[in-house]
């Protein structure tokens, strides 16, 4: 199946995305509390590249909450869930019923994740989520698990509210996702869907070393 991209690479979907959201930010009629710099949250690796386009347009922070799917040894390509660093855990419907193959699934995909946010420690910010405006945000979102496991996390801090921010997403979860979050921002909500990567012309894998660096940019603007 053709299909025609909508996004050159992530750093085109991160500068669309910025502007819809800054535009949004400025719009909305504030508390004062609410006025302080907000605090974007990346999905390593491949939201990074995107979600540094926004913190520097913000002018904020930005951090990262590592979310690694579930899976079977033997079937790596269902997702059957996500856990976080910290341990937040979301299930889909293929959720095992066996609690020792639950526990060993989910061991492995947290020490992953764990691995994944040691990596990229040297480059976030200490932040506090406490009371602020987070915006979490992906190259895009095709089943929601880890972006839902992630917003599970965030919202353990107490931020006064969360926005979910994706270039990319699937229309039959945009209801889901939007109950999920205080706002909701996908710029496309193509069909038929497939994966995310159909709608990049370029969709490289992100390697550690690119993630580490746009979490480094932000000492140009902070």
């Not at 889909?92 to 420690?121: D, M």
Request: proline letters at 7%; a neutral charge.
């Amino acid at each position: 199946m053709s299909s025609i991209p909508i996004f050159r690479d992530r750093t085109d979907a991160g500068e669309k995305l910025a502007e819809v959201i800054f535009s949004d930010f400025c719009q909305m009629s504030l508390t004062t509390e609410w006025m302080i710099k907000p605090i974007v949250y990346g999905l390593p690796r491949g939201g990074l590249p995107v979600a540094v386009t926004i913190a520097r347009r913000l002018g904020c922070p930005l951090s990262v909450v590592v979310a690694k799917k579930i899976t079977l040894p033997d079937n790596p390509e269902l997702a059957l869930g996500a856990v976080t660093a910290d341990g937040c855990i979301v299930w889909s419907r293929h959720k095992p019923r066996n609690l020792q193959v639950q526990k060993a699934i989910i061991e492995r995909a947290r020490e992953k994740a764990q691995s994944q946010l040691e990596c990229l420690s040297g480059g976030k910010p200490e932040v506090i989520p406490l009371g602020k405006l987070v915006i979490l945000v992906d190259d895009g979102i095709a089943t929601g698990m880890t972006m839902i496991a992630a917003l599970k996390s965030i919202k353990w801090h107490k931020p006064n509210a969360v926005w979910i921010s994706v270039p990319v997403a699937p229309p039959e979860l945009i209801k889901f996702l939007a109950d999920c979050c205080d706002r909701l921002i996908v710029l496309e909500t193509p069909q038929p869907f497939l994966s995310v990567s159909r709608f990049y012309a370029e969709f490289t894998q992100v390697e550690t070393e690119v993630a580490l660096a746009c979490l480094q940019q932000q000492t140009e603007w902070l």
